[in-house]
């Protein structure tokens, strides 16, 4: 067996000590999509720190809209962006969101 170590680095490329809980912080963000009411999954979902503009996370939502994002740390200020695949909408942004 190898030793297991964090990369440090921003965005997809690694992974930040500093946003994600290295002191078993169990935090989460989590949220649905929806078009006009109706849940959308064809979609994705960004996580950004605010502080930064780095992006943290990237995720494809389930078939009902929904997303989780868990372990980070608890004391990001984050923004959420969904970028629609299909290009017919407009980005949809949330932002102050705190991981709870």
């Known amino acids: 067996m190898f ?8 965005g997809v490329t690694g992974i930040n000590i500093n946003y994600f809980g290295s002191d078993n912080t169990p935090r989460k963000v989590q949220g ?7 849940d959308y999954s064809n979609c994705l979902v960004g996580i950004f720190d605010r502080n930064q503009l780095s992006l943290l996370a ?8 929904s997303y989780v994002v868990r372990g980070l740390n608890k004391d990001l ?10 290009t ?13």
């Open 3 to 10: 030793p297991i170590s964090r990369k440090i680095g921003i």
């Open 77 to 86: 200020t984050l923004f959420i962006v969904a970028f629609d695949n299909q």
């Open 32 to 38: 649905s999509i929806k078009k006009q009411g109706s």
């Open 88 to 100: 017919k909408f407009n980005a949809v942004i949330q932002d102050m969101v705190v991981p709870k």
């Open 58 to 65: 990237s995720v494809k939502p389930k078939l009902d809209g």
